[in-house]
Nanobody, 123 residues
Framework: QVQLVESGGGSVAAGDSLRLSCTASERALHLYAMAWYRQPPGKEREIVAAVSRGGGRSTFYTDSVKDRFTISRDDAKRTLYLQMNSLKPEDTAVYYC???????????????WGRGTQVTVSS
């Protein structure tokens, strides 16, 4: 059982930056593909970005965050990051960290989830 804890959320103005962190209980985090999801108010949860296991050579971004968000991982620190730049009001959501052994699964139906951290972007 992998436990994931997000941090770094907050309230910012449009154009500002935030960095989210997700710390895992799993010592062998390098075995897991990782992802960030978000759920805007009144909407379904959606994938934001994903990074492959074993060094993170593969990444995925949803179109709306390309060139603004960067996903990265530090397996030695058991931590996943999401650097969010040029934030927009439509980025307002609860952001969740997720993990799965499989690359395709982490982008669709991950086995493990954090509890989320709120990001609010005002115009």
């Amino acid at each position: 059982q992998v436990q994931l804890v997000e941090s770094g959320g907050g309230s910012v103005a449009a154009g500002d930056s935030l960095r989210l962190s997700c710390t895992a209980s799993e010592r062998a985090l390098h075995l897991y593909a990782m992802a960030w999801y978000r759920q805007p108010p009144g909407k379904e949860r959606e994938i934001v970005a994903a990074v492959s296991r074993g060094g993170g050579r593969s990444t995925f971004y949803t179109d709306s965050v390309k060139d603004r968000f960067t996903i990265s991982r530090d397996d030695a620190k058991r931590t996943l990051y999401l650097q969010m730049n040029s934030l927009k009001p439509e980025d307002t959501a609860v952001y969740y960290c997720a993990a799965d052994f499989q690359w395709e699964a982490v982008k669709s139906a991950p086995d493990y989830w954090g509890r989320g951290t709120q990001v609010t972007v005002s115009s």
